[in-house]
């Protein structure tokens, strides 16, 4: 899992509104051009805005840990890429 896209995605989404709802409504067009594993977009796909409510339902939607989403929230790329 190329886990650095997801998470500056993730970290990205987790507080742009906008993102966060296209990748909810439109996942599929969120993914083109981005270099996400099948099992990653499938990860992604079943995201719901309730994954969304605390960094730890984030985590723990992605089987990752809070901390490694953190590690991400400040990453140039997440604050300026939007979908």
């Not at 886990?3 to 969120?30: N, S, T, Y």
């Amino acid at each position: 899992m190329s886990q650095r896209e997801v998470l500056i995605m993730l970290a990205h989404a987790q507080w742009c509104a906008a993102c966060r709802g296209r990748l909810l409504a439109e996942p599929d067009a969120v993914f083109i051009g981005r270099a996400l594993s099948a099992a990653e977009k499938e990860v992604l796909a079943r995201l719901t805005e309730e994954d969304f409510t605390t960094p730890g339902t984030l985590a723990r939607a992605l089987e990752s840990t809070v901390s490694e989403l953190d590690s991400y929230s400040d990453h140039p790329v997440a604050r300026l890429r939007h979908f």
